[in-house]
């Protein structure tokens, strides 16, 4: 009788065994369709919403004044900063660095109706772009089409062992304007890179987004115009 009972002990435990272990594998397989979901979702790209202005700004070369305090403000290393808004007509972007600064700022825009990516460069002269997927054209300067901008102001020459060379001023911050209208949607597709800062006894750039690779707008941000 005992042995009977035993085995009938040991059928049930046995049985146990395989529901609890098939619940596990059922539960760890739900976990991990919930942790992909999740993960998915989380990868979703945020959109960033660019604040409006009634005001177009005053391009001097300055972007701490009144003027941009609607804008919305990005910070990155080194004292540097990135301002953006818009009216109706047009998007504002300023570039901010420090003193000892040139501040170069290079846009880079999606164009969804081409495909094509565009980069808009501001530093001792204007120039744009064009990525068409394969390679980047050569920049065809001062021929500006719905765009302009601040460039950074010469300020003379200086000596050196190859003898004059130009000098351009530090320390006031970069500006463009970019109508609207060159883009089509309310949502762009951006990404935005500073150059000529001053950090740690040399000359750097840094992008927003952090990560951001000018050939791959995937890797870029949205930005969305506020009504």
């Given amino acids: 009788m005992l042995h009977k009972l035993s085995k009938a002990f040991l059928s049930t435990v046995a049985l146990s065994t395989i529901v609890l272990s098939l619940v596990a594998t059922q539960g760890k397989a739900s ?14 790209p945020e959109v960033i919403t660019i604040n409006a202005t009634n005001k177009a700004p005053l391009f001097d070369g300055r972007c701490d ?71 980047w054209s050569k920049p065809d300067r001062w021929n500006l089409k719905d765009w302009r901008g601040f460039w ?27 109508l609207r209208k060159k883009f089509v949607g309310v949502t762009w597709n951006i990404m935005i890179s500073v150059s000529g800062i001053y950090h740690d006894e040399g000359s750097t750039k840094y992008s927003y987004p952090e990560k951001a690779i000018d050939t791959d707008s995937s890797t870029w941000a949205k930005f969305s115009f506020s009504k």
């Fill in 31 to 44: 976990e991990g369709k919930s942790s992909e979901a999740k993960s998915s979702k989380d990868s979703a």
């Fill in 65 to 135: 004044k009144d003027e941009w305090q609607s804008a919305i403000k990005f910070e990155l290393p080194a004292q540097t900063a990135v301002y953006l808004m818009h009216d109706n007509d047009s998007l504002y972007i300023c570039a901010k660095g420090k003193a000892e600064d040139y501040a170069v700022i290079d846009i880079y825009i999606e164009n969804t109706k081409t495909g094509y990516l565009h980069n808009l460069h501001a530093s001792a002269q204007l120039g744009e772009r064009i990525f068409n997927g394969k390679e």
């Fill in 152 to 178: 950074v102001p010469y300020a003379g020459r200086v000596e050196s062992e190859d003898g004059l060379k130009p000098k351009f001023l530090k320390g006031s911050h970069r500006e463009m304007q970019i």
